[in-house]
């Protein structure tokens, strides 16, 4: 593999990042990480002021990137 160019390397992470996607079911999720969706999906329930939205998070992260 160290003979492809990063273009071929960035095909082929791409082509297996969409096999291993295609049956989301196949990847393991620890129960420690379903907790934490569980809880902040409760703590959104509760109070759904407390959310990102995906444009805030981008904006926040390219501003503390600067």
């Given at each position: 593999m160290g003979k492809l160019s990063p273009a071929e390397k960035l095909?082929?992470?791409?082509e297996?990042?969409?096999?291993v996607t295609s049956v989301p079911t196949?990847?393991?999720?620890?129960?420690?990480?379903l907790d934490e969706l569980d809880r902040r999906m409760?703590?959104?329930r509760r109070d759904?002021?407390?959310a990102?939205?995906?444009e805030?998070?981008?904006q926040r992260i390219r501003?503390?990137?600067?």
């Open positions: 095909l082929l992470v791409s297996l990042w969409d096999q196949d990847i393991p999720v620890s129960q420690t990480l409760e703590e959104f759904p002021s407390t990102t939205t995906w805030e998070a981008k501003a503390s990137r600067e």
